[in-house]
């Protein structure tokens, strides 16, 4: 940085603001442009794709700096909050037409990735929450629609499980919680960490946490950011299915394992036609519903959409007219709204307000809606149809609209055709037919006279104001008297309407609940609707649910798969009872993590309300899901380890209960065979025996399948059907009674072209380990995994002493190598041969 005395007055104004303000890139109004400076240039030029230049090149002035219109910065400071910076915009506060030396410029605005300047070009269907915690709550608030909410955590993994699972873009934390946070970060979350200590005073009832959202939002955007936000709402997650950040990853419901958001659940299912509506599903998506009541409310409004075809595709035509209703509501709140915002509120409002007809239960009339209505038709006549990108000169009032603004308009307009009318008496008076009155910013009117004519000019009456190469330049009194008139109309012009569009905000501002509580509906209705069309496209049915009722599932689909591979899908019919645990065989690639997965997914949809890709559903009312991918088939996470593995097992074994749902797809692949197998059935038993829970599980030890025998009641054998068709296996993807062929493997060996005495080989070895394999683990004398495997170890030791091998290990231990020619060995190695033949 220069010397302070060698720094011209601007740079020094620079400073003065950059020194508050050293964590965040400044953004500094000059004229038409919003320049950045210094390091903060160096920072922005590559993340915007701009130059970076030198401030006065000429003057050897070597600061670097890169600038952007003033226009076009909404989309600049987006990209400038997705790389994680933070930005104060420091704007010019007063006009510099009428500015006496340097133009004052302050910081009108801070913002952050969960502050943003402008929240309709964020993604629309996803919250953007700010969120702080403090000893035992976690709060949440979403600063372009105004929701605010907070949970009562009890240990650090619910808290990073909520992080997890609302994925907030900013996180604010205390400097002492900055340790505490550092340990509890979910893996997955890259959201950025700001520091701030509330500076409100803290409000009674209201948790810490909530408070420091406030306090920082205020600290960020001034009270008027107040004036949108709800007040904070106390949520019970305990009051929903707990489903866990994993599982929602294992299940695709948000994102595919490689990120992928467009063949996710959520993109498969969601028919929303508003952004709102597109949040709320995703949020019933995190919180399914475990009080059946409430289920079954939704199912009513679903299925009565269902019932009525003709309107629900009226209504969605309807419903795509409100766009983004909650983030239009809250940029009205903010400094630099527009009144095109003002426009598209309006064009909301009335879209919204048409879609009250389909709800029977409003009452049509009530206080809140006439309310509405009224700012719908005030917003409606208050603005022209093409509202001018700068609006602080005013021109965006329609006339007809005040009366006042009116008369303004009219003055201004009617002083144009007086400086024409005195433009004509003066050419006549003077007899200079180019004589001209014209206008700039430095002199307000003049009448401008060509040297030719110079000498006409009456002395008496004309003051000479500037002198040009060819003409010169006059006023008179009578035109110094016009121009105050117009000025004046002018700028009170302007001043009236931005006095009118800060009343406009006021009413806004004032309807202000009986706004939200419109967007609510709409939201609602969208979903609703939107759960509705889903399900007559794709012939879903509605599901019954039933406390500890069984699993009874006709025709299965994987709501995914089954677009993507459209009529070939091939449906299942899934049946259990609770307290049984399905146990799936079959070779790679027969759909068995296809099958598992649709029946969590069915349960998870059922209970956020919606009708289930199948013909007929009835379904258990389930109070957790729980999924354990084995490691293989889970590389592209990274998480491959088998220490994950088993981490994520101990919590379902310690967490399950009979009232869940689980889906173990290959557990203990990660670690060798007799480990794995051991793991696999200690965890299959514990699931029978003790937690009782709903399980699907999916193995590839084949062994498991005895343990039918054990547990006749419990344990249900299935396989996916398989069969050859002229030498070609063809998986059939059906669910099938029994367990799997148990030489699957080998037949696919062979039909992949192993040399044949390879498959006969194997074949062999297969029989011999199954008759061996059958006389302990069948039966009702079934020994200990453990035991057995102790034995088998003993067994190989046993059979050692082999009197014939002794004999011939002797023999080569005792061969004088060094003694013996090349031929010598050869000729004893064809002995051998020969004997062992
Ligand atoms: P597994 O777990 O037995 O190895 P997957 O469940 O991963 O098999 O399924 C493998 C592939 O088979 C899937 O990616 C899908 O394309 C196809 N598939 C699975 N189930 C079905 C089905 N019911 N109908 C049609 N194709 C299916
Ligand atoms: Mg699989």
New binding site residues.
């Given amino acids: 940085m220069a010397k302070a005395k060698e720094m011209t007055p601007l740079m020094k104004q620079y400073w003065s603001v950059k020194s508050i303000h050293p964590d965040k890139i400044v953004l500094f109004r000059m004229g038409d442009f919003f320049e950045m400076f210094h390091e903060d240039a160096q920072i922005a030029a590559p993340l915007l794709g701009i130059a970076l230049t030198a401030r006065n090149k000429k003057s050897g002035d070597q600061t670097p700096m890169c600038g952007v219109p003033h226009h076009s910065i909404a989309g600049q400071i987006n990209k400038l909050l997705e790389a994680g910076k933070k930005v104060a915009i420091c704007d010019q506060v007063e006009d510099p037409k009428t500015a006496k030396g340097l133009v004052k410029r302050e910081i009108t605005r801070i913002l952050s990735p969960g502050m943003v300047y402008d929240p309709e070009t964020l993604e629309s269907t996803s919250p953007n929450y700010l969120c702080s915690l403090d000893e035992n709550t976690l709060s949440f608030m979403d600063s372009t629609t105004g929701e605010c909410f907070y949970f009562l955590v009890k240990d650090s993994t619910e808290i990073s499980q909520f992080v997890d699972t609302l994925n907030p873009v900013e996180i604010i934390l205390s400097e002492k919680q900055e340790k505490l946070f550092h340990i509890i970060k979910p893996e997955h979350w890259k959201g950025v960490v700001s520091f701030y200590e509330d500076l409100l005073d803290q409000e009674k009832d209201l948790p810490r946490s909530a408070n420091r959202l406030l306090s920082y939002a205020v600290s960020m955007q001034g009270e008027s950011v107040l004036s949108s936000l709800h007040p904070f709402e106390k949520r019970n997650s305990r009051m929903r299915m707990q489903v866990s950040s994993q599982v929602f990853r294992h299940l695709e419901i948000f994102k595919t394992y490689k990120g992928e958001k467009d063949s996710s659940l959520f993109a498969a299912i969601n028919r929303t036609r508003t952004a709102g509506g597109a949040r709320k599903l995703k949020n019933w998506l995190q919180f399914p519903l475990i009080d059946p009541s409430e289920i079954v409310q939704r199912q009513d409004q679903v299925e009565k959409w269902v019932g009525q075809y003709d309107d629900l595709k009226s209504l969605r035509k309807t419903l795509f007219q409100v766009g983004d209703l909650e983030r239009r509501i809250g940029k009205i709140s903010q400094p630099q709204c527009h009144p095109r915002d003002f426009k598209s509120l309006c064009d909301s409002m009335g879209a919204a307000l048409e879609l009250l007809k389909f709800y029977e239960e409003l009452p049509k009339n009530n206080e809140a809606v006439e309310k509405l209505k009224k700012l719908r038709l005030e917003l409606e006549s208050a603005f022209v149809d093409e509202v001018p990108a700068n609006f602080r000169d005013g021109g965006f009032i329609a006339t007809g609209f005040n009366t006042k603004l009116d008369e303004l308009i009219h003055i201004a307009k009617d002083s144009q055709s007086e400086v024409r009318k005195l433009e004509s008496e003066e050419k006549e008076k003077t007899a200079i037919p180019s004589l001209k009155v014209r206008y700039n910013n430095v002199f307000g009117f003049y009448i401008e006279v060509r040297n030719t004519h110079k000498d006409k000019v009456p002395k008496e009456r004309y003051q000479r104001k500037q002198t040009l190469t060819n003409a010169e330049r006059y006023v008179t009194d009578e035109l110094n008297e016009l121009e105050k008139r117009v000025i004046t109309a002018k700028s009170k012009r302007a001043e009236l309407e931005l006095e009118i569009l800060e009343q406009l905000k006021k009413n806004v501002i004032s309807s202000m609940r009986a706004l939200v509580q419109l967007a609510q509906e709409c939201n609602q209705l969208d979903v609703f609707t939107a759960l509705a069309y889903l399900a007559v496209e794709n012939d879903y049915s509605r599901p019954t649910l039933k406390e500890k009722g069984k699993i009874s599932i006709e025709g299965s689909r994987?709501p995914v798969?089954e677009q993507v591979?459209s009529n070939?899908?091939?449906a299942?019919d899934i049946r259990m009872d609770s307290n049984q645990c399905l146990l799936l065989t079959?070779p790679?690639?027969?759909?068995?993590?296809?099958?598992m997965r649709q029946v969590a997914i069915t349960s998870l949809m059922a209970q956020i309300g919606s009708f289930v890709p199948a013909r007929k559903a009835e379904l258990p009312l389930v109070d957790k899901i729980f999924t354990r991918i084995g490691a293989s088939d889970f590389l592209t996470e990274g998480l491959s380890t088998f220490m994950v593995e088993m981490t994520e097992t101990a919590e379902m074994l310690n967490k399950a209960t009979e009232n869940s749902l689980v889906i173990l797809d290959e557990v203990g692949r990660g670690t060798s065979t007799y480990d794995g197998m051991s793991l696999a059935q200690s965890i299959l038993e514990y699931f029978i025996n003790t937690l009782k829970s709903y399980t699907l599980f999916?193995t590839h030890y084949h062994e498991l399948t005895d343990l039918e025998d054990k547990y006749p009641e419990q344990l249900l054998n299935r396989h996916?059907a398989i069969s050859e068709d002229s030498g070609e296996i063809r998986?059939r993807?059906q669910l099938k009674e029994g367990a799997a062929g148990k030489s699957y493997g080998i037949q696919v060996a062979k039909l992949a072209g192993l040399p044949g005495p390879v498959v006969k080989y194997a074949g062999k070895l297969l029989k011999e380990y199954e008759a061996h394999h059958h006389r302990e683990v069948g039966g009702s004398a079934q020994l200990d995994l453990w035991q057995r495997m102790a034995e088998e170890q003993t067994e190989v030791q046993e059979s050692q002493p082999n009197p014939e091998l002794e004999k011939w290990l002797e023999n080569i231990r005792g061969l004088e190598i060094q003694k013996l020619t090349p031929l010598d060995a050869l000729n004893r190695l064809a002995q051998w041969q020969q004997e062992l033949s």
Avoid: D, P, R
């Avoid at 790679?588 to 099958?595: I, Q």
């Fill in positions: 994987h798969i591979l070939q899908f091939v299942n079959g790679n690639m027969a759909g068995k993590s296809t099958l999916a996916m998986f993807y």
